[in-house]
């Protein structure tokens, strides 16, 4: 299968059980053009990124006055960003952000869930590069929001020193506050999503390795308990995987959102 | 003085271990007082769930990071 040329070598040659390692997560060039290679994930967050302008434009393109079908599913999540996301984030202008907010929801989702897609099974943001890209873009645009709204050295002035503190405190204070908010915060925005998927596309892979291995690979009376543990776990994972795919969605868009609103209003 | 202990095998396990100490005891704290605050005050269960979740994730990304560190130290050394 073409889908599985990258390392299904690694898992079926290996005789003895062997726990999923960083392997699951390198693919192989399908294609190569020049210097680039084209690989599993990139295929992926392009089918991705057609699924989600298809869907935006079924939903959006010609809105009815009674809301059905891909509409209906559109306007559900538009609100459930709206209010869940945006306002309360926000404020009352959050409004504004909310194209880029929804987006980001609804794309980094569907990265999400093509861990459990079957032939797709690898979640995109299970690669660093991808999640990470998405965090330089709201820190850059944070960067520029608050700058715009506050002005340069108050954008500045307000983070890291918070007021209503003692003066004697900021010494410590700021130098924490700058590293809170312009480091640490947009490394754990894309760690944060880039961790959750890995972990949990490890965790299903070894139960599904164990349920394999032991009832397909080298079958035993010892190892079928094993076995059938590994291959029920698998669909239990799967299940929670799912509730965490939209868990990280929905709490990368609730940070995109509190880092925007961060930077449109001065903390008071 | 010579070697007094030694830890064969994956040492990232036991780094894992150690980095989840910390945000379980975060977490653990964070929901539940959550879920006391939710209980007394019912009515203000959309603000407080925002709240939970946005301490949970701060939380969670020491344990995250700690889960990640050993698979980097491994690719590079």
């Known amino acids: 299968m073409s889908s599985l040329s990258g390392n299904a070598g690694t898992l079926l040659a290996a005789e003895e059980w062997h726990a999923p390692g960083l392997w699951l997560f390198q693919w192989k060039p399908l294609v190569e053009i020049g210097p680039f290679g084209i690989t599993k994930p990139m295929i992926l967050a392009f089918i991705v990124v057609l699924v989600v302008i298809g869907f935006f434009w079924a939903a959006f393109s010609k809105p009815q006055p009674v809301p059905k079908g891909a509409q209906m599913w559109g306007e559900y999540a538009y609100t459930f960003v709206r209010d869940q996301i945006a306002r309360p984030m926000i404020g009352k202008d959050g409004d504004k952000y909310l194209p880029l907010l929804f987006t980001l929801f609804v794309f980094v989702w569907i990265m999400n869930l093509m861990s459990v897609i079957p032939l797709a099974q690898f979640p995109v943001t299970s690669r660093i590069a991808y999640p990470a890209a998405l965090a330089i873009m709201v820190y850059l645009y944070m960067l520029y929001l608050g700058f715009k709204h506050q002005g340069f050295l108050g954008f500045f002035k307000n983070k890291l020193f918070p007021p209503g503190m003692p003066k004697w405190i900021y010494i410590i204070l700021a130098p924490l506050e700058f590293l809170t908010n312009f480091i640490v915060n947009p490394f754990t925005h894309a760690v944060r999503l880039f961790g959750n998927m890995f972990a949990g596309h490890i965790l299903i892979a070894m139960f599904a390795i164990t349920g394999y291995h032991f009832l397909v690979v080298a079958v035993s009376p010892l190892g079928l308990p094993l076995g059938i543990v590994g291959a029920v776990m698998t669909v239990v994972m799967v299940a929670f995987e799912l509730l965490i795919q939209a868990l990280q969605a929905y709490v990368f868009a609730m940070l995109a959102a509190n880092y925007i609103g961060g930077a449109v209003h001065a903390e008071h | ?77």
């Open chain 2, 1 to 77: 003085m010579g070697l007094l202990a030694e830890v064969s095998g994956n040492i990232g396990s036991i780094g894992y271990g150690l980095a989840a100490i910390g945000p379980g005891i975060g977490i653990g704290i964070i929901f539940g007082q959550g879920v006391q605050a939710i209980a007394r005050q019912p009515e203000a269960y959309n603000l407080l769930r925002q709240n939970m979740i946005l301490g949970f994730v701060f939380a969670e990304a020491l344990a995250l990071i700690g889960l990640v560190m050993p698979f980097v130290y491994n690719a590079t050394g």
